[in-house]
């Protein structure tokens, strides 16, 4: 059966312009517009249907659109985007607003449930709503035209975007970690949703990176998925504000850490993924290949395990059952530290930022530090330094 082509959406930022362009119709000629187009960065030419409307005659109109993601797994789908537009004379004090030199005579700022940037190395400004440059762009040029077509081009216009329940919804994606609070971001470099985009999960995890490093931060924590977060928070009790979560882009991680200038990276994984990057496998997606029984049986071959010891753990299924094997013929600590050394080197060598290496399983805990993982850990907030892992 051929696989079914997956369904684009389209962006916050997109909802938010045609939201703008159809409440600045309403305001200056009650025109209410079924649908908006909307000329993407993209080049392409979207027609948004218009949710709701609000107006208060020479006051100011409010439209909504409803986010359509298509079959992107968008905690944002279905959300619906707000624009409140109301008549102003000079720039409203008191409030954070964006202009524009190319669209003088609107202000744009953000309401319920997009959030406020409070730390650097985002592309907003500190204290400013989390309204990214290219959605600031299609707002302003939305509401330009708009504004324009009944002849009022001179008027000043304040824009309001909100997203009713983007507080709520705010906790479940990175906007936390990059310190983004009180709701979402109004996003979008092209205007599209592509689903399952791993160049936009891998963006986000270098935006992150560039939050850290303009705190200051020279060392950083890394780990895969949730459970390795969860296992740096609480097991390691590292200070989560120099964490960054990489999923199974090790290599790419690692690339975005040496051009962004960061000096020391502590990466703790479980050995299931860990155990590929020691192989030289650098995305430890299962679609990029598995070999992890083959290159623990390398490793273990390296410590000087028995050949035919060695050859049982090709036949097992995961690699918590390898490790329990290993610790029952007493070769789990000599295996997992030739492992964690690889990872080390393998890092190393291809993406030159100085890294120690923490492997981990559930049923065991820390299987293997390199030398300097310690260390890193007290740089990194560990007040217990460490002293009560011995590994085996």
Not at 339 to 346: D, E, F, G, I, W
């Given at each position: 059966m051929e696989e079914k082509e997956l369904r684009s959406g389209y962006t916050t930022g997109t909802c938010a312009a045609a939201a703008a362009w159809a409440a600045v119709r309403l305001l200056c000629s009650g025109f209410r517009?079924?649908?908006?187009?909307?000329?993407?960065?993209?080049?392409?030419?979207?027609?948004?249907?218009?949710?709701?409307?609000?107006?208060?005659?020479?006051?100011?109109?409010?439209c909504s659109v409803k986010k359509d993601a298509g079959d992107d797994p968008d905690v944002t789908n279905g959300v619906f985007v707000y624009a409140r537009v109301s008549f102003t004379g000079e720039r409203p004090s008191g409030i954070p607003c964006y202009s524009s030199d190319m669209h003088p005579g609107l202000y744009l700022t953000g309401g319920e449930g997009v959030g406020?940037?409070?730390?650097?190395?985002?592309?907003?400004?500190?204290?400013?709503?989390?309204?990214?440059?290219?959605?600031?762009?299609?707002?302003?040029?939305?509401a330009d035209e708009a504004r324009q077509l009944p002849g009022r081009s001179d008027g000043g216009l304040l824009i309001e975007i909100s997203i009713p329940g983007g507080k709520e919804l705010a906790a479940k994606t990175f906007n936390p970690n990059l310190g983004i609070t009180g709701g979402l971001s109004v996003l979008g470099t092209t205007g599209i949703v592509n689903p399952m985009s791993e160049a936009a999960l891998t963006e986000t995890i270098r935006l992150d990176i560039r939050v850290r490093v303009a705190e200051g931060r020279k060392i950083l924590a890394v780990a895969p998925g949730n459970y390795g977060e969860r296992f740096v928070r609480e097991e390691l009790e590292l200070d989560m504000s120099s964490f960054v979560k990489c999923s199974n882009f090790i290599g790419d991680t690692f690339g975005m850490m040496a051009e962004e200038k960061v000096e020391k990276v502590l990466l703790a994984g479980h050995l299931g993924k860990m155990i590929k990057v020691a192989g030289g496998v650098?995305?430890?997606?299962?679609?990029?290949?598995?070999?992890?029984?083959?290159?623990?049986?390398?490793?273990?071959?390296e410590a000087g395990m028995p050949e035919d010891?060695?050859?049982h753990l090709y036949g097992m299924n995961t690699t918590d059952e390898a490790a329990d094997y290993l610790a029952g013929e007493k070769w789990l600590r000599p295996v997992m530290e030739i492992?964690?050394?690889?990872?080390?080197?393998?890092l190393e060598s291809r993406y030159r930022v100085h890294t120690e290496v923490v492997l981990f399983n559930g049923t065991i805990g820390i299987l293997a530090m390199t030398a300097?993982?310690?260390e890193f850990a007290m740089a990194l907030g560990n007040e217990k330094q460490m002293n009560n892992y011995n590994c085996l």
């Open positions: 517009a079924a649908a908006v187009e909307v000329l993407t960065p993209g080049g392409q030419t979207l027609a948004i249907p218009i949710a709701g409307f609000e107006f208060l005659e020479g006051k100011w109109a409010l406020t940037v409070t730390r650097k190395g985002l592309s907003c400004p500190v204290g400013y709503h989390a309204i990214n440059p290219v959605p600031r762009m299609m707002i302003f040029e939305a650098m995305n430890t997606h299962s679609k990029y290949g598995d070999r992890r029984m083959e290159i623990l049986a390398d490793c273990a071959a010891s060695a050859g492992a964690a050394k690889r990872v080390k080197k393998n300097g993982a310690k």
